[in-house]
């Protein structure tokens, strides 16, 4: 394979690289959690009060005393050192789908100018950065700065290490000095409470006597790419965009299925396996890893974790994905499209709820029909769907994700329920106002002596419902690779939150009618079905009969790009869901719309710069080139009478020509900024800056099949993809 000089050098380097030395992999239970000061650490190092009063805020939400915050502190403290960590850090989460973090060092001195360590309860509870410098939807101007981090008990502190040394880092909320949330982790907290307070009205209507604190859990499957750092460092679109603007298509994509789930490259396996001994240090249960079906594409998966732990350590595992993939000379792509014509990457949040007395609501057992609570809360998430569909869709709204929603090979951005065949008769004979006994799965055998007999799953697997039932927990399965889970996590647990209040309403308006326990769910059930089971849908939702039947018949919305989908955060209702539960105040929810919408136009403007860029200073001299090396040729032949057939001359004249006039209109509207509106500049970046974006990209790859391979200044993806 050949190349231009850069990726001859690239494929070289590549090719001959020495492997990077890893120790060998340590048993897992000698190096769980050694990083991380969790309640076992926390017991051992502070007084038996204290500690008691720490496990039962981070078990129960209750306050902490602000002189344990003092205890808690001198211990971290003297952890931290012990780990070589001289300095820490409020890490926390603002609306950028990435963390944050300001160091502090340990270190004070005293009048006699020695030094010493210092770290008080003040200091763990309370930090100061910059409260206008993050996108805030205009909470914060410049000259009203101020902003604060304060500790978050219930996610642990954990050593980062770096080979530049070790920090302790504080999982943190982020406010203004006004008292707003600027970040992801307060309205996740806040969200959960809300859950839990309304739970805990349908359980006691339900007559359960003892209720522990419930939580919504989430295991996120995050998916990746990994590509050559030598290659990324050729291609400015990967390094500033996350994405590939321009490339052909190669020969040989995933048309073979023979990537997905097969054996994992030596190079990668050893990334992963060093990726997963830092995430065991750290107390991240990661449990799965393959390939997934794009060349180049891969998966881990944690174990589910509480929400608002599992979102800490889903942030955390992001960076330690990009890091430890530079370690060993990979760049690690968290964009939801960075190839085109092959498939995307999504991070699929596993979620349910459940606490320690009655265990996990979302899950059926061998009886559904016979589960009343399991009803009522499977039940309240179908409500939750139907009535907010288009707010979860705001909620994984991005530039990055539109690519890749509603393709064939992500969930469409219609919001839709998957149930499965026995639930979903459950449902329907409830609708209908009966109640038989839900069929066996029956047990799966092949007629095979030597495989052992097992019971058949009571429902199939839709990989095309975005929202779909999975045994025992809701799969939300159209959220992007490189969001943080929070908005998702934040978005079921309110809704979740206003249906359980809907469903508790009407139970007591039932019971005090005298009706039977069953009845007066069966009643609710029956209602709630009657004005929201057309959200259920069990079949292909690839296919354009869904899309017409959803919104033709159904009444669901169709939101395919983030234009669309934004614009929800500003209707009437999710205005009151957010108000009602407490999660978000009218003006917390204005500034996410207006940090979102610009973080939307400004990834399209940056993309459409890179675009005109990258075709007239890389693509056009590559293709002037050719041309010129053709027109000698020809030249020369002719000299020796010799007619060349000049038929590639002028397909790549009139695509070099097609690809400037492209160029030239995309110039010309990107520096429109004269909007009435925020939601019209939105608009205007997705059907018009984008197609034209589009236009160039047609004509440019079509210039890249044409043009001398030793000509092409950018890597293939045929070397992107393959070459490890």
Not at 287 to 304: G, L, M
Not at 359 to 377: A, I, R
Not at 530 to 556: C, P
């Amino acid at each position: 394979m050949s190349g231009n000089e850069s990726r001859l050098q690239a494929i070289y380097q590549i090719t001959n690289r020495e492997p990077v030395q890893v120790s060998k992999p340590e048993v897992m239970n000698k190096i769980w959690a050694t990083d991380v000061f969790n309640l076992a650490k926390m017991e051992e190092s502070i007084a038996k009060n204290a500690f008691k009063q720490v496990k039962n805020t981070v078990q129960t939400g209750t306050p902490l005393d602000p002189s344990t915050a003092d205890v808690v502190a001198a211990a971290m403290k003297e952890w931290a050192i012990s780990k070589g960590a001289k300095f820490y850090s409020h890490i926390f989460y603002p609306m950028t789908n990435i963390t944050a973090e300001k160091h502090d060092g340990f270190i004070v001195t005293n009048s006699d100018g020695a030094a010493i360590t210092e770290f008080t309860g003040s200091l763990l509870i309370k930090g100061e950065p910059d409260g206008s410098s993050f996108p805030n939807g205009s909470i914060r101007m410049t000259n009203a700065a101020r902003g604060y981090t304060a500790w978050d008990p219930t996610s642990p502190a954990y050593i980062m290490q770096t080979a530049n040394g070790s920090t302790l880092m504080i999982p943190s909320v982020f406010m203004s000095w006004t008292g707003e949330a600027l970040d992801k982790k307060i309205p996740l907290l806040r969200s959960n409470h809300a859950m839990n307070k309304a739970a805990h009205r349908v359980l006691s209507l339900m007559g359960e006597k003892e209720i522990s604190t419930l939580n919504s859990s989430c295991g996120a499957e995050q998916e990746y790419f990994l590509i050559d750092t030598n290659f990324a460092n050729s291609r400015p679109d990967l390094l500033l965009a996350g994405r590939t603007l321009f490339g052909a298509s190669p020969a040989k994509g995933q048309e073979f299925d023979d990537h997905y789930f097969g054996a994992i490259p030596a190079r990668v396996q050893v990334f992963m396996q060093d990726l997963e001994d830092k995430l065991f240090r750290l107390g991240i249960p990661a449990k799965t890893h393959h390939n997934e079906v794009a060349p180049a594409q891969f998966e881990i998966a944690p174990y589910y974790e509480s929400a608002n732990v599992a979102a800490d350590h889903q942030q955390l595992m992001m960076t330690l994905l990009k890091s430890t993939a530079r370690k060993h000379g990979f760049t690690c792509l968290l964009h939801e499209k960075p190839f085109a014509g092959i498939n995307g990457s999504g991070k699929h949040v596993n979620w349910s709820v459940g606490n320690s007395t009655q265990g996990n609501l979302l899950d059926p057992g061998k009886t559904p029909h016979d589960n009343l609570n399991f009803l009522l809360f499977c039940g309240a998430v179908i409500r939750g769907v139907h009535k907010f569909g288009p707010l979860l869709r705001a909620a994984i709204a991005t530039a990055s994700n539109d690519h890749r929603l509603g393709a064939n090979e992500a969930p469409p951005a219609i919001l839709s329920v998957y149930l499965g065949d026995q639930l979903e008769k459950v449902y329907k004979d409830i609708l209908e106002g009966k109640l038989i006994k839900a069929a066996a799965a029956g047990v799966m055998d092949l007629g095979l002596s030597q495989i052992l007999h097992f019971e058949r799953d009571p429902g199939d697997r839709n990989r095309t419902s975005p929202f779909a039932f999975t045994g025992n927990r809701f799969e939300f399965r159209a959220v992007g690779s490189s969001q943080s889970v929070s908005g998702p996590l934040v978005t079921m647990n309110t809704m979740l939150a206003d249906s359980l209040n809907w469903v508790a309403d009407k139970l007591e308006i039932e019971l005090k009618k005298g009706s039977t326990q069953t009845i007066a769910v069966m009643a609710v059930l029956k209602e709630l079905m009657q004005k929201h089971g057309n959200v259920v849908f069990g079949g292909d939702g690839y296919s354009s009969e869904w899309h017409r039947m959803a919104v033709e018949e159904r009444g669901l919305k169709n939101l395919p790009t983030t234009a669309d989908a934004l614009p929800a955060l500003r209707e009437e209702s999710v205005k009151k869901l957010f108000e009602s539960t407490g999660v978000l105040s009218p003006v917390e929810l204005e500034s996410r719309y207006e940090v979102y919408a610009e973080q939307y136009i400004l990834s399209i403007e940056v993309e459409a710069k890179l675009v005109v860029d990258m075709a007239k200073t890389l693509i056009y001299p590559a293709a002037i080139r050719y041309l010129s090396d053709l027109a000698m040729a020809a030249s020369s032949m002719a000299d020796l009478n010799v007619e060349l057939d000049d038929s590639i001359a002028q397909k790549v004249a009139a695509e070099t020509n097609a690809m400037l006039a492209a160029v030239a209109k995309l110039s010309e509207v990107i520096g429109r900024h004269d909007f009435a509106t925020t939601e019209d500049h939105m608009k205007f970046c997705a059907h018009e800056i984008r197609p034209l974006m589009v236009a160039v990209r047609v004509h440019a790859d079509a210039l890249e099949a044409e043009v001398a391979d030793e000509l092409w200044p950018l890597p293939k993806y045929s070397e992107m993809l393959f070459i490890k």
